[in-house]
């Protein structure tokens, strides 16, 4: 079955950086979209930045801009976010998910992925 599988999370000081992975296993040939999500103690999960599948299409939270990238290595199967310039509010659990559809300007909709990592935890203090 298809998974999804996260790691690179930890705990850094605001302003450093950490490097998300996600390896992926058994993607259906129709995966369009790959996609980073968070979910922080209290709130909804939002939609971090999201990359089409293959191709060079790339999309972010206007919070993240400028400071998060996401990136694929096909040969890998594997999608990362960098992120950088970290801030207290970027704390949460982030999870990668994958889309059966081509998403573009709806690509922070959580519920039009359908397959989801377990997640991993970044936080970063003050």
């Known amino acids: 079955q298809v998974q999804l599988v996260e ?6 000081q605001a302003g450093g950086s950490l490097r998300l992975s996600c390896a992926a296993s058994k ?10 999500f968070r979910q922080a103690p209290g709130k909804e999960r939002e939609g971090v930045a999201s990359i089409r599948r293959g191709g060079s ?5 206007d919070s993240v801009k400028d400071r998060f990238t996401i990136s694929q290595d096909n040969a ?3 999608l990362y976010l960098q992120m950088n310039s ?4 970027d704390t949460a659990m982030y999870y990668c998910a994958a889309a059966l559809d081509y998403l573009y300007e709806f690509w922070y909709k959580s519920q039009r992925y359908q397959y989801w990592g377990q997640g991993t935890q970044v936080t970063v203090s003050s």
């Open 7 to 12: 790691s690179g999370g930890g705990s850094v």
């Open 57 to 61: 299409w790339s999309y972010y939270a």
């Open 76 to 78: 890998k199967n594997t």
């Open 27 to 36: 993607l259906p040939s129709n995966t369009y979209f790959l996609g980073w």
């Open 86 to 89: 970290l801030k207290p509010e």
